[in-house]
């Protein structure tokens, strides 16, 4: 369990390697625009962000086959990892001049949750290190995509301008908190349910699993302890197991094995009881501008304490071991949910454009308080100061990257679903993946 204010995971020189060059950015004459490095070399851009679905065994997955090919949205939070290697090769030629940040890894609308706590972005499974544009770049495609469907296309620039002062704001001021959207008031004002409806309607997204209850309780032992260390305060069966199931939700997350814990809580009364969240933390191979910390099973953990307006609770770690009788070694992170908990669809939480400009905006302040968060001084305070000369820079070039990769996004799911659709329908092959792109 991570300190209120862990030690950057991230050696500070590298993220103050470049700081000299990039403060000097803000001195440099006006950005030009940068050609899709594919497109230059005569190849069609689009094809690297085209993912056959032949590959998934959507057998367990009942609706996500068609979730994914229903419109570009649903496709684009199935590609994340291809996108940000798209992202990656775009800025190739300028990553030497970009810091390393703390990035969410898939920022975009449809990660943005509200509950009784908190607002934002969630969803952490894919924090890293890297540059900031991974980060700009994907929560402005959401923005663009999510004003093509709110039937705004013309205005998709000016809300992803809002979405980058949010952003310099957040730079400007790390303790930042903007006014809340009107929206996530609105969902909160619609919490009405009770503490044991939330408790059943978690339960009934257990699904069953091979592992006994004691095969878990055994596995979990070392969450266990780390709960104990960071929360002495708490009774001792707090985190007695009740019930568990495997969790199938999600889009981009739907093929990463997950687990649903109902523990006991602070007393024996079913009230107060807790669901927790166990989630596989997933290797973030194939996407050649990040950085992988040593610790990678404390990253997620990490990145959610730095990204957050508000902490997280109850936040850990479980290895699954082959010498305590698992099959494999795998590395899970554990939250608690909330009692509440509304996650954003496009269009549908989008009442006026107005909500749209809002919620980018509360994004951006949270991503630019977070990005340089945790960089022990005094490199908070430069980065911070390198980063909003670095976005004054690359500007033009992330509006361009926004543009061309939505056109790309968009020609790729038509591209994909046109082969899904002449595709005869059959059963998953015997060689079907399952990690999600």
């Known amino acids: 369990m991570p300190s209120q204010h862990p030690r950057p995971p991230f ?8 700081l000299a060059i990039a403060l000097a950015l803000s001195l440099a004459s006006a950005p030009s625009l940068r050609a899709d490095p594919a497109a230059a070399a005569g190849q069609d851009p689009a094809a690297s962000l085209a993912v056959s679905l032949e590959a998934y065994d959507f057998s367990k997955q009942p609706g996500l086959r068609a979730r994914i090919l229903a419109g570009p949205y649903g ?22 001049v970009m810091a390393l940040v703390n990035l969410h890894g898939d920022a975009h609308l449809e990660n943005y949750s509200v509950t009784e706590r908190q607002r934002g972005l969630a969803d952490f499974d894919d924090a890293a290190a890297g540059p900031a544009v991974l980060d700009l770049v994907r929560f402005g495609v959401s923005l663009r995509l999510a004003s093509r469907a709110l039937g705004i296309a013309e205005r998709a620039d000016a809300v992803l301008a809002a979405f980058l002062e949010g952003y ?58 780390q709960m104990r260390e960071a929360h002495p305060e708490l009774p ?16 981009g997350s739907a093929f990463r094995e997950k687990y649903l814990l109902r523990v006991e809580g602070a007393t024996g009364a079913p009230e107060d009881d807790v669901i927790l969240e166990a989630k596989a933390i997933r290797d973030l191979i194939g996407v050649d501008c990040i ?45 608690a949910w909330d009692d509440h908990y509304a996650e954003l669809s496009v269009p549908r939480s989008f009442r006026t454009p107005q909500d749209l400009f809002e919620v980018a905006r509360d994004a951006g302040v949270q991503l630019g308080r977070g990005h340089p968060k945790g960089i022990a001084d005094p490199y908070e305070a430069k980065l911070r100061r390198a980063l909003l000369s670095s976005v004054a820079h690359f500007e033009a070039d992330i509006t361009a990257a926004v543009r061309d990769l939505t056109r790309q996004t968009v020609a790729a799911w038509e591209s994909v679903r046109a082969q899904a659709a002449a595709a005869p329908r059959s059963a998953a092959p015997a060689s079907a993946v399952t990690p999600a792109p």
């Open 236 to 251: 001792a069966g707090f985190f007695d197991i009740k019930s568990l199931g495997a969790l199938t939700l999600g889009i």
């Open 291 to 335: 950085q992988r910390p040593r610790k990678a099973i404390t990253r997620v953990a990490v990145a959610q304490a730095r990204l957050s307006f508000v902490l997280p609770r109850y936040v850990g770690y479980v290895v699954l071991h082959p010498y305590l009788g698992f099959e494999r070694r795998e590395k899970f992170w554990v939250f």
């Open 168 to 225: 310099r704001s957040g730079l400007r001021d790390g303790d930042a908190v903007p006014p809340e959207p009107a929206l996530a008031t609105r969902l909160r004002a619609g919490f009405a349910k009770g503490r044991r409806e939330l408790l059943a309607k978690a339960e009934a997204l257990m699904q069953p699993i091979e592992m006994s209850r004691r095969d878990f309780e055994r596995a979990s032992q070392q969450y266990r302890r």
């Open 11 to 18: 050696p500070a020189a590298a993220a103050g390697r470049p």
């Open 75 to 96: 496709y684009f939070r199935f590609i994340n990892r291809p996108f940000a290697q798209a992202v990656c090769r775009r800025f190739a030629r300028d990553l030497e």
